[in-house]
């Protein structure tokens, strides 16, 4: 495999979070329609206490496997985060979620994050199985993941309250034969 990292796509990389990159997702955090659709708005913080938080989770390092990565692009530029979440070793299942900025979509920066996270939990650390929960509205994010090859599961209604009405959250699942056959 020579000195290139399985972290390393053509034009993304995976990493650790750092503190140099505190600001900037803390700017994520406050465009609440982007970031909305990935994750449930809280009430306003400072970046004092979101960087205590963030020290707090990157000094703790990896959770058994879940793990909280940075998403950048070939310049270094900071594009998106991803987290998995859920790893069930015994059962081989995980779950994961993924954004990338706004400024950012539309540049396959999503796609190819996904591939090198899958690639990792499905051929290195033995998962069979990956699933994703998308809150219905988020149009975008359920059709990003049926051209990667997810597969519907389920639905449960009305499981997310956002900005003043309750919406389904849609259950997206993969296998590792299927990313084998899709994104392999």
Not at 138 to 157: V, W
Request: proline share 2%; charged share 30%; hydrophobic share 35%.
């Amino acid at each position: 495999m020579g000195n290139r990292s399985i972290w390393q796509g053509e034009n993304v990389r995976l990493r650790g979070i750092e503190p140099r990159d505190y600001e900037t997702m803390f700017q994520w955090r406050s465009d609440s329609d982007a970031y909305g659709k990935v994750d449930y708005l809280s009430l306003p913080r400072s970046f004092e206490s979101f960087k205590q938080a963030m020290d707090e989770a990157v000094s703790k390092g990896p959770d058994g496997d879940n793990y909280a990565f940075a998403i950048e692009n070939r310049e270094g530029e900071l594009v998106g985060e991803a987290g998995t979440f859920g790893c069930n070793r015994r059962m081989g299942t995980f779950k994961y979620g993924v954004f990338i900025a706004r400024e950012h979509w539309g540049k396959g920066y999503g796609k190819e994050a996904v591939r090198l996270l899958l690639r990792f939990y499905f051929m290195e650390l033995g998962y069979q199985k990956v699933t994703i929960h998308i809150v219905s509205f988020n149009e975008r994010s359920i059709k990003f993941h049926e051209r990667l090859g997810f597969q519907m599961e389920g639905r449960l209604r009305r499981m997310s309250y956002v900005n003043g009405h309750y919406y389904d959250e849609i259950y997206l699942g993969m296998t590792r034969e299927e990313f084998l056959e899709k994104l392999g």
